[in-house]
């Protein structure tokens, strides 16, 4: 980094807003940038309000990101931003990005990253042709043992990957709290703003995106049972499915919103000929390494014994639990990297490990196939390439 | 009990065999009941060693069972055998429990029941017109924290059963093993001996068992995806199925043989409207039960709070672990008492908790339908009533 | 073993004992030995009563240790029996072990082995003086998994042994319900029954017992700190030591059983200057590993990689866990073995791997330097050698 | 918070250090404060290169925290540091925080506070003095389930506290890696820069803290059994105690830097005579809750049901995993809400939950204590009030 903390802006994330303020911790966290302007609510007053309560100058709170966009592209480059953080529901996602890709900036954008795959396609062409950075929020795979999985698959030591049972299980939407105005609950069960899928697409997608970081396989074809438990939801709350991946190993993956009791419960498990892992998100900073012949091996984040790529994003020493903020900064982190490069006019780094506008159309494809294969009665479809 | 202990003689079971082996040590840890007779090989010399190796009197061991039922009808009421354990590879369990069940004897059988849904039927009639006792070994829902789950189920406290996510993996086939000849892996991956279904007829079915048993519920149909990974294997050893049960519970049932590392994970969660609940084979003693709005709870076996039916099978305090012989030994006690009854002549006792061969039907319908499926690419088929 | 079962009769263990059931299970689990005598409690149709739910003949039951000594002397040798197995309170194991020893019985005899260092010693001469078998139920280190922790210690695997770490935490005695009439409080609260100590002597000693088994190292001195928690309680239901040990390393043993919520928490840890050590009574099945530089390892039982001493007393596979019955059958198991050749006139196998008379004195002299200890205001005290 | 970020500058932490770059990550996570100033070092090109790291400005890196007490407070108030963080080896803390102190600045210190309990009893005058906040990073109370553990014993939920066993392990000293030039190891073993006690003052401390802070209780006297465990060591790296507190209860503390395997396992559990608790620092999300008559319960973090002390210092969901960074910055959050009254002339917070001065105190009357027990072979000695 060079000389000064990176600038950035934030669409969405005002007052009440869960994943904007995660955003701001997780960027914020190294004191390597600092938030300057934003349009955090649609609503003026209530943007200026969040601004203030962030120390951001009132001139550089908007009341949309219209407004924001054409205001920052018009600041001096001593004031300029170095990147956009994107924190609105999934309905906004699309126009929000490509118009500040198309005004020159930098965009770090929650998941998923469209309301469509067709939206997914095309905000990849505008980000080719920006040449500029998008990274996505896909901020699990910022955990330290994810990439020591990873590494280790990489490595062979698993030998040819056989099984993967990925699971994402949360209880939060087990009643009908939409209607009790959970603004949380709302947004994500209109299909307006949150797309064709529910839980499929604010967490199953996450499973989906963990199981390809740290395999590198992609699903070819899925069957996917979608339910909506909860009377008068209007999308899926609960989806099972079976994965078949390239090369011939085969998957589960469920996810549920309605699974009373779990929490954040996102686990992997991934099976080879010689040996397999297992990683569960509530206990982070731990890697199970299970072998044919000889004792069951639980890795622990921070000891030296940890290959490179998760030493990189390792903050504390071992048994210093780090959590999902600290994951969640790594992501920003390696973003950072690129913005950075980016800013300076250098080439990205060769080794960027940073879930992008590819991620994002993955992501949707998955989606669609999932939600595609639901309606006709969870059969098998092929997953778009 | 009345006055002496029951007499039993094995068919199967001899010098090798892992589970003759827990069936003697299950049915004769209470000190209810006695071994004194087997056609434990069919190498007669070999059925001898084995007999003098289990103090069983050399006259009463046999070198088949069809000698052995012919023998052992011709002996006097006061030598004579009050049930039958078999233990053999699946094939001859149908043929063995016909003969014995019409001999007069009370049956204690090993799952899976037969090696067919059609011979499963037929020995269901055989059953009913002996009039005499027939357990099947499903011997996981002999746990005690297993009954609490189901008690907890029935008394309603989990609402409306919405999920059902049950596992049973182990990794112990991973390789080819059976072409070195280890036996337990030869016959298990035999067509002919084993059926037609490998890892999803020799475990799965022990997962479809415990979670009919808890939940009450069947399943009506399913979508299965089994894999061979070994090369030349002539079974499945993996996999995958989509539940559909009715009432309108949905699940995911993943077994495997091949996952390494796994050693004899069976595991079931089930979720309703109004707390969930989750057990692991491995680990007991526990109950975990989730709520929505209050902390999760830990049951532990041998607690005053634990409900009467649990109780029942508990034989040493809370702390002090009970472990799978235990609960294989809570469906021998539970049978004695089936037997017990049968011999005096009296009526089966009105609370019976046994598996039988209703639950072997079931059983070999879940099986064929699973086979059914994978024949079709995994397409959703219907499971026998 | 030789063509048949061994014979035994039993000492106390009537209708309502915990631990008379619990010797029963382990002696028979295996088939090698039948209950066919036994003083089940001093008073005669209690007796009689027990004998009739436990099968054994009428005749054999007697009302008194000292009756059933004569009476069981004077058998011919194809009744006699091959060992007495004695669980009564404390305060009769002195006496009955030394009459049936005298009588030429082998014993096996539950801890602690007397009321007092001076009557084990006095004990010692007895058992030495008769050439019988004693066995003494330290039964946790029946455990394979504690048995491959102390073939890890000898192994030099942990290098130089520095700190002892020892648990064995209850809470069932939190309240005063001894004056309720529970019986099994009520004796373990007696000095009479019980002997100087009450918690310290029921389980502190199990946990001293643990201690050496794997570490092979003696307690040299000691400090401490016994309390009697609840009101009008007699003996300490609590104690917290620190250790010293031959060679140099510390330690810390805590015991209670009036920790709420603790149920048989008997735990150790081993550190070394090379690796460590973990095991824990409430999960029996695992041992961990930890080392320096490497991961942290969990070996399970039943494991191809565990070794000998541990695979000898598994009886089922990795996953099917084996829990507190089995660990005490395998002391028995081990008991039989000695008996066996004992019976046969056969010197006692030099791998004996059995506790005895010899553990029984070191556990009364932890005993005996505990309480001077405490009385002398948890000052530091030599423990006799 | 009013308008603007707290300003504040830091001693020590520099390059290389561990602990300083967790103050900043801490100080900052919430975007409520800015690092401006520090003296990073007493090499002041290093100092310089480290505030460049850190985008201080390099007019206000120094190269002694004389000098930068100095320039500091003649800075205009526009620009005046709200608070100093002082984070070097022990025997500075001292004469650095005495000094901001008395030059007007609000003060936050690492642990133990000062190098002798007189030190820290003249600090404490010099804070009085001052009028200024003093705050004391005892990190671990600032976890929400600690909090939440606190907040049962003061309801009363656990009746009359009996009993504490409270452990901070480590293995990360397990050899002599002062003498490789590990400058963390290095000058916590040497008694000029660390104080009389190694791991005693370096955890040992932490551990006594965390007790008192949940119990409320304060140790009247203990028994310390120290070691030095690693030749040429100079200090203790190895201790185990036993507690006797205020109002009757007992405890057992052990601390070790050579537990292999050992990471940061501070573990606390709090018996009571109707319920009893337990925390441990590796998986702070959970807490424990243990009854006599009912399931154990696991209180979640980020729950509904958790309590208001527990809420006020959760940032994100249950399941969500909050770590140590969190924890720290828990304390900084509420060292915050202090100073911003102190620097806006108001009275502190009636409610403020900070460690200070006081917790110094006591935490050096504890070392002491220990050092002058342990001096004596491990006698009893009473700790200051």
Chains 1, 2, 3, 4 share one sequence.
């Not at 908007?62 to 966009?69: I, K, L, T």
């Not at 996810?255 to 998100?281: D, F, M």
């Not at 973003?335 to 949707?364: C, N, S, T």
Request: with cysteine; glycine share 10%; net charge negative.
């Amino acid at each position: 980094m060079s000389g000064r903390k990176l600038r950035f802006g934030m669409v969405g994330g005002g007052r009440g807003a869960f994943i904007g303020a995660v955003h701001r911790i997780a960027a914020q966290m190294d004191g390597q940038a600092e938030l300057v302007a934003g349009a955090f609510s649609s609503d003026p007053q209530r943007s200026r309000d969040s601004a203030a309560d962030l120390f951001v100058a009132a001139e550089r709170a908007y009341g949309s990101y219209r407004e924001m966009a054409a205001a920052e592209a018009a600041r001096p480059p001593s004031e300029r931003l170095d990147f956009v953080v994107i924190v609105t529901p999934n309905d906004q996602h699309y126009p929000a990005a490509t118009l500040f890709l198309e005004h020159g900036f930098n965009v770090v954008c929650d998941k998923p990253v469209t309301l469509t795959l067709a939206e997914a396609r095309a905000l990849r062409e505008t980000v080719a042709r920006s040449g500029k950075v998008f990274a996505l929020t896909h901020n699990y795979t910022g955990n330290a043992m994810v990439k020591q999985a990873r590494a280790l698959v990489r490595s062979g030591a698993l030998g040819t990957l056989r099984k993967v049972v990925v699971e994402y299980s949360q209880g939060w939407l087990a009643r009908d709290i939409e209607s009790d105005g959970q603004k949380q609950a709302a947004w994500r069960t209109d299909p307006a703003r949150s797309g064709a899928a529910g839980c499929m697409g604010d967490i199953g997608t996450h499973a989906e995106n963990l199981a390809r970081y740290v395999t590198g396989l992609r699903i070819t074809e899925l069957c996917a049972d979608l339910t909506t438990f909860v009377p008068g939801r209007r999308l899926d709350d609960d989806g099972n499915l079976l994965l078949r991946f390239e090369g011939g190993a085969r998957g589960v993956l469920h996810s549920s919103q309605v699974a009373i009791g779990e929490e954040n419960n996102l686990s992997l498990r991934v099976y080879g000929s010689e040996a397999s892992l297992e990683w569960q998100q509530e206990h982070p900073n731990e890697l199970i390494v299970k072998y044919l012949d000889r004792p069951r091996e639980i890795l622990r984040r921070g000891n030296g014994y940890v290959g490179e790529t998760a030493q990189r994003v390792t903050r504390i020493p071992a048994g210093h639990p780090e959590g999902y903020l600290e994951a969640f900064a790594n992501l920003y982190r390696e973003a950072f990297r690129a913005i950075a490069a980016e800013v300076a006019g250098k080439p990205l780094p060769d080794d960027l490990d940073l879930p992008g506008i590819d991620d994002g159309v993955a992501g949707m494809a998955f989606i669609e196939a999932a939600v595609a294969s639901a309606r006709q009665g969870a059969a098998w479809v092929p997953v778009a390439a």
